[in-house]
């Protein structure tokens, strides 16, 4: 559903009239005023969501609500701490704001957000307490893989792994968890400032650019390439998430990238390699965050905290990639496998 100009006319006063009243308490107090008012001042005064359609609000209530929680050690769910790296209260925040102008969030809206969550507590509780019961996390930093145990245990004895393209990902095969579209990344300008004005067009480098009733919407496509996903950490989460009973630990990580970045460019020379913890960017607010595609990944994905190694062609478009085995050595020296 668009976002016409009268309807964020309506909105916009209520925004200014909210930003008002934040200013008179923050002149009332010194120039302070509660963490939490401040970031309601900082949205009524750039309330970049005004002109959104209601389905992408709600991608991103559903989005920000996964993220703005965890899963304990003990298997309960809990809210992050303040000031975590995502900031996804502040996030969250915004949100209610948005949602205030918008007569409140649907019950819809709230209930797809919740489900998810509630997936850990089925069957007994999260999966990870079982697969990591009376494992003793190592102190140095290291990785995680997960996934089922008649394919973790050969990689494990034997050093064979699978790296697989980008676009096997974006398979409807995969749950939520795994799917993505690696290839593309998309990014949203606010144009409700633009709307207000009767402006339904920007020109652009000599483009010109219709967002109509809608913000501006920016694509950005990468070619194919190789990807291998691990995690920076134990999280109990994700074994619930990618629907795996063992995890690889590997203790460390700096060999096991070695090994697998050389066992690649042994059998293509021609490929640059990439290795470190993934960026999450806010399709909304980050325009400049992402600085290398295959490194960077949509905010709704943060909670995984991701570490990739990435293999990109240098010189030439690659052609349709296929699921590639690769032989590192077995990894009993500095890895450990724990399953149920």
Same mark, same amino acid.
């Given at each position: 559903?668009?976002?016409?100009?009268?309807?964020?006319?309506?909105?916009?006063?209520?925004?200014?009239?909210?930003?008002?009243?934040?200013?008179?308490?923050?002149?009332?107090?010194?120039?302070?005023?509660?963490?939490?008012?401040?970031?309601?001042?900082?949205?009524?005064?750039?309330?970049?969501?005004?002109?959104?359609?209601?389905?992408?609000?709600?991608?991103?209530?559903?989005?920000?609500?996964?993220?703005?929680?965890?899963?304990?050690?003990?298997?309960?769910?809990?809210?992050?701490?303040?000031?975590?790296?995502?900031?996804?209260?502040?996030?969250?925040?915004?949100?209610?704001?948005?949602?205030?102008?918008?007569?409140?969030?649907?019950?819809?809206?709230?209930?797809?957000?919740?489900?998810?969550?509630?997936?850990?507590?089925?069957?007994?509780?999260?999966?990870?307490?079982?697969?990591?019961?009376?494992?003793?996390?190592?102190?140095?930093?290291?990785?995680?893989?997960?996934?089922?145990?008649?394919?973790?245990?050969?990689?494990?004895?034997?050093?064979?792994? /699978?790296?697989?393209?980008? $676009?096997?990902?974006?398979?409807? %095969?995969?749950?939520?968890? *795994? #799917?993505?579209?690696?290839?593309? !990344?998309?990014?949203?300008?606010p144009t409700y400032k633009e709307r207000l004005k009767g402006i339904r067009h920007i020109d652009f480098q000599g483009h010109r650019i219709d967002f109509g009733d809608d913000d501006i919407v920016i694509p950005i496509l990468a070619?194919?390439?190789?990807?291998?996903?691990?995690?920076?950490?134990?999280?109990?989460?994700?074994?619930?998430?990618?629907?795996?009973?063992?995890?690889?630990?590997?203790?460390?990580?700096?060999?096991?990238?070695?090994?697998?970045?050389?066992?690649?460019?042994?059998?293509?020379?021609?490929?640059?390699?990439?290795?470190?913890?993934?960026?999450?960017?806010?399709?909304?607010?980050?325009?400049?965050?992402? /600085?290398?595609?295959?490194? $960077?990944?949509?905010?709704?994905? %943060?909670?995984?905290?991701? *570490? #990739?190694?990435?293999?990109?062609? !240098?010189?030439?478009?690659?052609?349709?990639?296929?699921?590639?085995?690769?032989?590192?050595?077995?990894?009993?020296?500095?890895?450990?496998?724990?399953?149920?």
């Open positions: 559903m668009s976002v016409f100009a009268d309807s964020i006319r309506q909105r916009i006063g209520w925004c200014e009239e909210q930003a008002r009243k934040y200013a008179v308490e923050a002149d009332a107090n010194g120039g302070m005023i509660a963490r939490s008012d401040g970031w309601r001042h900082h949205y009524v005064s750039d309330p970049y969501l005004i002109g959104a359609p209601d389905d992408r609000v709600a991608q991103r209530f559903q989005h920000v609500f996964m993220n703005a929680m965890e899963l304990t050690e003990r298997g309960q769910i809990a809210p992050l701490p303040i000031g975590e790296p995502g900031e996804f209260m502040v996030k969250y925040t915004h949100l209610l704001e948005e949602y205030e102008g918008r007569s409140g969030i649907p019950d819809q809206v709230i209930e797809a957000a919740r489900n998810p969550m509630l997936a850990y507590l089925e069957n007994g509780g999260p999966i990870a307490k079982r697969i990591f019961k009376g494992y003793e996390t190592p102190k140095a930093p290291y990785t995680v893989k997960y996934g089922r145990r008649e394919f973790l245990e050969p990689t494990y004895r034997s050093g064979r792994i /699978r790296i697989c393209p980008a $676009s096997y990902y974006n398979d409807t %095969a995969h749950n939520a968890a *795994v #799917r993505d579209d690696e290839l593309h !990344r998309t990014f949203f300008v070619p194919d390439y190789f990807l291998f996903s691990l995690c920076d950490k134990i999280y109990y989460r994700m074994p619930t998430d990618f629907g795996s009973d063992a995890a690889i630990i590997i203790r460390n990580p700096g060999l096991f990238a070695q090994r697998l970045i050389s066992a690649f460019l042994a059998r293509w020379s021609d490929w640059e390699p990439e290795y470190g913890p993934v960026t999450y960017y806010d399709p909304y607010r980050d325009y400049t965050k992402m /600085r290398v595609h295959e490194m $960077s990944k949509h905010f709704g994905y %943060a909670y995984q905290r991701e *570490v #990739r190694i990435v293999l990109r062609v !240098r010189n030439s478009r690659p052609s349709s990639l296929q699921p590639e085995f690769l032989d590192i050595g077995p990894m009993t020296d500095y890895a450990d496998l724990v399953s149920t």
